[in-house]
């Protein structure tokens, strides 16, 4: 044991001292009564503090301990009452099975086995339904793919306490997540910039300033300033989201060979568009005045909603079963089914189709094939025929027993580009007013900015860029708005070369820089055949390479229109390097441009004539080579003009596919005129049901030709594509086997909005312009067309060479044609 270390004795005071005090410390009393020495208080002296090692902290006090929950398994079943008296009768939300398996997890593992006694759920749940109110997450409350519920759930962690949910740490995780979802919205918007949150709505993507452009701004006066090429691959990908009736961006990143599921997504997605686009359509709006009629009185002329004594209503086949005998109004994809009858099938079932005595609508301006959805007015009849693979779904996701027998057919009526987006704009007094419509205007389409962000100020900087300050479109200075189309330039034929130098030299024939084309679109097929397949006839690629050298040689002779416009190409069929293994069949789409290998000549001639041009960095823009997907977009001026180009042969391919209908049998080819198809005037002894008509779209219409002028088959030709692909909303409505397609990126072929024009280079086709529903559609067809005499050889003196010339401001294209 250690012994105790002794304590020293303190040192004894002075006056208990021995012997006298020093001198020093001997002063008079100030109180001479007593006759005593005082002491007085001096000054200590500085003394040196001990060093430390270590720095000397303040002992922390213990936290007081946390109160311990025991987490447990609770059973949805159990936590469903607790449910259905917060979410249902206090937030009015319904909650799925799923919705309630996670509540029901969390609150076993937090709230623990105190979760009914103090009210710990309830407190749980009333904060999870405001925060998926706050959230938009509609009506019903599940966990689904969006994973929005367990986003809530996994905020909520850190502000559990003791099984309790913390208030206060609460609202500071409130205020902390509201910054980061603004961020993430911006970051998860394409071309966006966290400085700056009109930028996120696509300013930055045309580089223009946030305040107004001044007037000597020499730099952005011209118009390829804000052109744009807007590829298949870089379009945002916008699906629609039934939950919550509206679109949503599709963050997740696309794949080439995506599972199954996307094929099955992809159709589901154009079944959607179509069906909440048809329900906003007037015909198909319920009165609010009660009505004793049965069926709607529509009329187009009739635009007071008094006038409407009821409306349409889509009926789900699957609710057919046990209505034998009664008539619907059915809206579905065309399809064969296995035994090889023709069919119809929505989110339902499906149904086999009797068209023996169907009526198309109208007559002869339509085109109908599997892979299209349509709407089908005619009856259900039970017979017990065509067995269904009902098994346990008792008919819902089956094909039904029986069969329907149309009466008529008809294509879902087009939604003008205006009442998508929600707005209308007057260009009288320059403003855009709200109309009513699906309201997408804050949506992105293309990445180039969205219609209620930059709209109305990028048509003044259109109007000030082109000439058009007075607001009116007639006005005579207008500058550089034309666009140059030309389709199926088959560079391995010297006569398209010898083409395409007579149009460039067509183009610079006025001598007016004013005067050139703005863009110089070249659509494929680049070769007659399809390349490296294999062929003698299609080459390899080095004739293909010299195929472009043979183009870059003409261009070069043009060095003033090479450095002040933008070509585009885009390839077909028979374009690497996807013909490499088609063979010249049908490929993929969307499908990339014609590869850089090929292409160096034309841009070398380019740059070779920006640099001999002295092009000034701050005005000038240089011209460019731009070789995009197919389709592609064309933007300019932002959301203000939008054309669509595709390349495809789409007339040949739906005459391959397309129904026959027995009272409108005609010979291929040949055409009737507008009497004929009329919407207006309908044949009555042939109709089963003219309101049907009155819900069908209008027949597309060219400036041109008048109802009481005969149409031209061109023309004809033209209304029919123009109505069967502006009525799908697609650019392929075909089924896969017919025309492959990429599952993710199927949302580029998609036609909603309507773009303000589409190029649709079909060379089976003869070159026609067609507006329809405020959409100008055009189709330059072939670039060459040879003089032939009647057995067939080709007459001397050169052959025709056909385009088309496009006015970005007026909306209306031109066929040109040219001896050579």
């Given at each position: 044991?250690?012994?105790?270390?002794?304590?020293?004795?303190?040192?004894?005071?002075?006056?208990?001292?021995?012997?006298?005090?020093?001198?020093?410390?001997?002063?008079?009393?100030?109180?001479?009564?007593?006759?005593?020495?005082?002491?007085?208080?001096?000054?200590?002296?500085?003394?040196?503090?001990?060093?430390?090692?270590?720095?000397?902290?303040?002992?922390?006090?213990?936290?007081?301990?946390?109160?311990?929950?025991?987490?447990?398994?609770?059973?949805?079943?159990?936590?469903?009452?607790?449910?259905?008296?917060?979410?249902?009768?206090?937030?009015?939300?319904?909650?799925?099975?799923?919705?309630?398996?996670?509540?029901?997890?969390?609150?076993?593992?937090?709230?623990?086995?105190?979760?009914?006694?103090?009210?710990?759920?309830?407190?749980?749940?009333?904060?999870?339904?405001?925060?998926?109110?706050?959230?938009?997450?509609?009506?019903?409350?599940?966990?689904?793919?969006?994973?929005?519920?367990?986003?809530?759930?996994?905020?909520?962690?850190?502000?559990?306490?003791?099984?309790?949910?913390?208030?206060?740490?609460?609202?500071?995780?409130?205020?902390?997540?509201?910054?980061?979802?603004?961020?993430?919205?911006?970051?998860?918007?394409?071309?966006?910039?966290?400085?700056?949150?009109?930028?996120?709505?696509?300013?930055?993507?045309?580089?223009?300033?946030?305040?107004?452009?001044?007037?000597?701004?020499?730099?952005?006066?011209?118009?390829?300033?804000?052109?744009?090429?807007?590829?298949?691959?870089?379009?945002?990908?916008?699906?629609?989201?039934?939950?919550?009736?509206?679109?949503?961006?599709?963050?997740?990143?696309?794949?080439?060979?995506?599972?199954?599921?996307?094929?099955?997504?992809?159709?589901?997605?154009?079944?959607?568009?179509?069906?909440?686009?048809?329900?906003?359509?007037?015909?198909?709006?319920?009165?609010?005045?009660?009505?004793?009629?049965?069926?709607?009185?529509?009329?187009?002329?009739?635009?007071?909603?008094?006038?409407?004594?009821?409306?349409?209503?889509?009926?789900?086949?699957?609710?057919?079963?046990?209505?034998?005998?009664?008539?619907?109004?059915?809206?579905?994809?065309?399809?064969?089914?296995?035994?090889?009858?023709?069919?119809?099938?929505?989110?339902?079932?499906?149904?086999?189709?009797?068209?023996?005595?169907?009526?198309?609508?109208?007559?002869?301006?339509?085109?109908?094939?599997?892979?299209?959805?349509?709407?089908?007015?005619?009856?259900?009849?039970?017979d017990g025929s065509n067995n269904s693979n009902l098994g346990s779904a008792g008919g819902v996701g089956g094909q039904i027993k029986g069969r329907f027998i149309v009466d008529t057919i008809a294509g879902p009526p087009a939604e003008r580009r205006e009442v998508t987006l929600g707005t209308g704009h007057n260009h009288k007094i320059d403003a855009i007013h709200t109309i009513a419509g699906a309201?997408?205007?804050?949506?992105?389409?293309?990445?180039?900015?969205?219609?209620?962000?930059?709209g109305q100020r990028m048509r003044r900087v259109q109007r000030r860029v082109l000439g058009q300050e007075d607001n009116s479109v007639e006005s005579e200075d207008s500058k550089r708005t034309k666009v140059i189309m030309i389709g199926e330039c088959t560079l391995d034929n010297p006569r398209t070369l010898e083409a395409i130098k007579a149009i460039l030299n067509d183009q610079l024939s006025s001598?007016?820089?004013?005067?050139?084309?703005?863009?110089?679109?070249?659509?494929?097929?680049?070769?007659?055949?399809?390349?490296?397949?294999?062929?003698?006839?299609?080459?390899?690629?080095?004739?293909?390479?010299?195929?472009?050298?043979?183009?870059?040689?003409?261009?070069?002779?043009?060095?003033?229109?090479?450095?002040?416009?933008?070509?585009?190409?885009?390839?077909?069929?028979?374009?690497?390097?996807?013909?490499?293994?088609?063979?010249?069949?049908?490929?993929?789409?969307?499908?990339?441009?014609?590869?850089?290998?090929?292409?160096?000549?034309?841009?070398?001639?380019?740059?070779?004539?920006?640099?001999?041009?002295?092009?000034?960095?701050?005005?000038?823009?240089?011209?460019?080579?731009?070789?995009?997907?197919?389709?592609?977009?064309?933007?300019?001026?932002?959301?203000?003009?939008?054309?669509?180009?595709?390349?495809?042969?789409?007339?040949?391919?739906?005459?391959?596919?397309?129904?026959?209908?027995?009272?409108?049998?005609?010979?291929?080819?040949?055409?009737?005129?507008?009497?004929?198809?009329?919407?207006?005037?309908?044949?009555?002894?042939?109709?089963?049901?003219?309101?049907?008509?009155?819900?069908?779209?209008?027949?597309?219409?060219?400036?041109?030709?008048?109802?009481?002028?005969?149409?031209?088959?061109?023309?004809?030709?033209?209304?029919?594509?123009?109505?069967?692909?502006?009525?799908?909303?697609?650019?392929?409505?075909?089924?896969?086997?017919?025309?492959?397609?990429?599952?993710?990126?199927?949302?580029?072929?998609?036609?909603?909005?309507?773009?303000?024009?589409?190029?649709?280079?079909?060379?089976?086709a003869p070159a026609f312009c067609v507006t329809y529903e405020g959409c100008h559609v055009m189709n330059p067809g072939r670039l060459l067309e040879d003089s032939r005499s009647g057995d067939g050889a080709r007459r001397r003196g050169g052959g025709l060479a056909r385009w088309i010339e496009y006015d970005v401001l007026r909306r209306r294209g031109n066929v040109r044609e040219m001896r050579f």
């Open positions: 044991m250690e012994e105790p270390i002794p304590t020293p004795a303190p040192a004894p005071a002075h006056i208990f001292r021995a012997g006298p005090l020093p001198a020093k410390d001997l002063v008079f009393s100030s109180s001479p009564g007593f006759a005593t020495p005082a002491h007085p208080i001096r000054p200590r002296e500085a003394r040196p503090l001990p060093a430390v090692e270590k720095p000397i902290f303040a002992p922390q006090l213990k936290p007081a301990n946390a109160q311990t929950v025991l987490p447990i398994i609770l059973p949805p079943q159990t936590l469903r009452p607790v449910a259905f008296r917060t979410l249902t009768k206090k937030h009015n939300l319904t909650i799925t099975s799923s919705g309630l398996g996670a509540l029901a997890s969390f609150v076993g593992k937090f709230c623990g086995e105190r979760w009914r006694q103090e009210g710990l759920a309830e407190m749980v749940l009333d904060e999870v339904a405001k925060q998926w109110k706050r959230d938009n997450g509609g009506l019903i409350l599940d966990d689904g793919q969006d994973k929005k519920l367990k986003n809530i759930l996994k905020c909520l962690e850190p502000c559990m306490s003791g099984g309790k949910l913390d208030t206060a740490r609460l609202s500071r995780s409130k205020s902390t997540a509201s910054t980061l979802s603004r961020s993430d919205n911006l970051l998860s918007r394409p071309n966006v910039s966290r400085d700056d949150s009109q930028a996120s709505l696509g300013l930055s993507a045309l580089d223009v300033e946030d305040q107004e452009m001044e007037e000597d701004d020499a730099a952005q006066q011209d118009p390829r300033a804000y052109l744009r090429v807007v590829a298949a691959f870089t379009q945002p990908r916008l699906t629609y989201s039934i939950s919550k009736k509206t679109l949503e961006l599709n963050i997740t990143s696309p794949s080439l060979m995506p599972p199954i599921q996307q094929k099955i997504a992809a159709f589901r997605n154009r079944y959607h568009l179509v069906h909440q686009r048809l329900l906003r359509n007037e015909s198909f709006q319920t009165t609010t005045f009660s009505s004793t009629t049965g069926l709607a009185t529509l009329s187009r002329s009739a635009s007071n909603v008094a006038s409407m004594t009821g409306s349409y209503k889509i009926t789900p086949i699957s609710n057919l079963l046990g209505r034998s005998g009664t008539s619907h109004l059915l809206l579905g994809l065309l399809v064969h089914s296995a035994a090889g009858d023709l069919s119809l099938t929505d989110l339902t079932g499906s149904a086999v189709l009797d068209i023996s005595t169907a009526r198309p609508i109208p007559d002869a301006d339509a085109w109908f094939c599997p892979g299209m959805i349509v709407l089908l007015e005619g009856s259900y009849d039970d309201g997408y205007g804050w949506f992105d389409f293309l990445g180039t900015g969205s219609e209620k962000a930059l001598g007016d820089p004013s005067d050139r084309p703005l863009t110089v679109v070249l659509l494929g097929n680049f070769v007659s055949a399809a390349s490296m397949a294999g062929s003698e006839k299609g080459g390899d690629s080095i004739h293909y390479k010299e195929a472009f050298d043979g183009l870059a040689s003409v261009l070069s002779e043009f060095p003033s229109l090479l450095s002040s416009t933008t070509f585009v190409f885009v390839p077909g069929d028979n374009d690497p390097w996807a013909s490499s293994f088609s063979a010249g069949a049908a490929t993929l789409l969307p499908r990339q441009g014609v590869p850089e290998l090929f292409t160096s000549r034309i841009r070398r001639a380019i740059n070779n004539a920006n640099n001999e041009a002295n092009l000034r960095k701050d005005i000038d823009t240089p011209g460019e080579a731009i070789f995009a997907s197919n389709p592609a977009r064309l933007s300019l001026f932002g959301p203000v003009e939008e054309i669509a180009l595709f390349r495809d042969d789409i007339t040949s391919r739906i005459r391959r596919n397309a129904m026959l209908f027995p009272k409108t049998e005609q010979l291929d080819g040949e055409m009737a005129d507008e009497n004929d198809i009329s919407l207006i005037q309908p044949d009555d002894s042939d109709m089963p049901d003219p309101e049907i008509e009155a819900a069908a779209s209008r027949v597309p219409i060219t400036p041109t030709t008048t109802t009481n002028q005969n149409v031209d088959k061109a023309t004809t030709i033209g209304r029919r594509l123009t109505k069967l692909l502006l009525d799908q909303s697609h650019l392929a409505p075909f089924p896969t086997n017919i025309r492959p397609t990429l599952w993710d990126f199927s949302h580029s072929l998609s036609l909603y909005p309507l773009p303000t024009a589409l190029c649709v280079c079909d060379a089976e």
